[in-house]
């Protein structure tokens, strides 16, 4: 049974870094705030007030129907999205947007979808900007996907209830993100039956690609400026997770270190490439230059994946990057690409695979199950 966990990214708290500093904040008259969360396409709530949503600070009191609706930290603007509820203020995207708007391209288009401009947007590259989220008066905070400390979610709520993560930073799955934020909202009916449709939509994807079921596959972070560590993330994190969920394997290595571990990502020295042997497939962020850089290493062409180019490549801070953080909306639209990416490389450097959808040199792609 599919596990369903979700992403984004704790991008996107590691990626993200390498973005901070240096951009002017878009702040919250950057954005047009003529939208509000009650708009005409926003169903009704049928949930009973109020509400007691529970989560690793506590639980979090919901009085009545949120009119306006503030999200902080990533992706979970597009769960009130995708029910149909425009909010007043979101984060600005300084990951992955293609147009330097601080909106991802298929929010943009839900946006459009809806008949609303874009929301005030937030500047969280210092962090959260409690004045700019207090500005736009909001009845719910929604941050079920978030890596909020316990400070930051005490000042929140001086704003709104808070809808926080449930265990773990960074660890919330897409659909308790989605069925988390969609209480939130008191629409929970609403949000159970978006999850229904989005796996379902995503159980198709992964039809089409058969060639995925069993292989092991892992994702790496590599620093082009030191590959002594060997960088992974743990099935803590909605990126790999979501690859397990979905019939891809744990190699050995992550499983080992991911093992009652809260942290979404750790290292281990290079010079254990060699407990990467089971390691069918690697995807990672980089370049165009990225898979030869690995290949040039002593230490790291010695994983098996490495040498025989069965690494998947995404353009770092390119929308594609921010797909396999796992998003909602995303996953409706982008899925099917960064599945074909993934067995593209699986199939080794010719990329060559015969008709029955059996990869030429990706080795053993695995039977074994996590």
Not at 8 to 31: H, I, K, N, Y
Request: proline share 6%; glycine share 8%.
């Amino acid at each position: 049974m599919h596990r369903r966990r979700l992403a984004a990214a704790a991008v996107l708290p590691l990626l993200a870094l390498g973005a901070c500093g240096g951009e002017e904040s878009s702040q919250a008259d950057t954005g047009s705030s003529s939208s509000s969360s009650d708009s005409s396409s926003a169903p009704e709530s049928e949930a009973e007030f109020p509400l007691t949503i529970q989560h690793a600070f506590g639980e979090t009191v919901i009085e009545e129907p949120a009119e306006r609706v503030a999200t902080v930290a990533w992706a979970n603007q597009e769960v009130a999205l995708a029910l149909g509820v425009v909010p007043v203020g979101m984060p600005e995207v300084t990951y992955g947007d293609d147009d330097g708007d601080g909106v991802l391209p298929w929010v943009e288009d839900k946006l459009e979808e809806l008949g609303a401009e874009t929301p005030v947007l937030f500047d969280e590259v210092d962090g959260i900007d409690y004045e700019a989220v207090a500005s736009t008066e909001p009845d719910v905070i929604l941050a079920a996907y978030s890596g909020l400390t316990q400070e930051e979610y005490e000042t929140l709520s001086r704003i709104a209830p808070v809808v926080a993560f449930p265990e773990i930073p960074w660890g919330t799955d897409v659909a308790q993100t989605i069925l988390l934020d969609s209480a939130g909202m008191g629409l929970p009916q609403q949000g159970e039956e978006f999850n229904d449709q989005l796996q379902q939509s995503i159980d198709e994807d992964f039809a089409e690609h058969p060639e995925l079921e069993g292989a092991s596959v892992m994702f790496a972070y590599f620093d082009p400026a030191d590959l002594s560590q060997i960088g992974f993330y743990t099935t803590v994190d909605p990126r790999p997770g979501f690859l397990a969920d979905n019939g891809m394997v744990t190699p050995t290595a992550v499983a080992e270190a991911s093992e009652g571990s809260e942290e979404f990502y750790t290292t281990l020295s290079a010079e254990q490439a060699d407990r990467f042997d089971d390691v069918d497939l690697i995807v990672t962020y980089g370049t165009d230059d990225t898979l030869a850089t690995l290949q040039d290493d002593l230490l790291l062409s010695q994983i098996p994946a490495v040498a025989e180019g069965r690494v998947a490549v995404l353009d770092d801070s390119s929308p594609e990057a921010v797909v396999a953080g796992i998003t909602p909306l995303s996953l409706q639209s982008e899925l099917d690409d960064y599945l074909e990416t993934l067995s593209e490389a699986l199939a080794g450097d010719s990329g060559d695979s015969d008709d029955s959808g059996n990869t030429g040199d990706s080795g053993d792609s695995g039977s074994e199950e996590d």
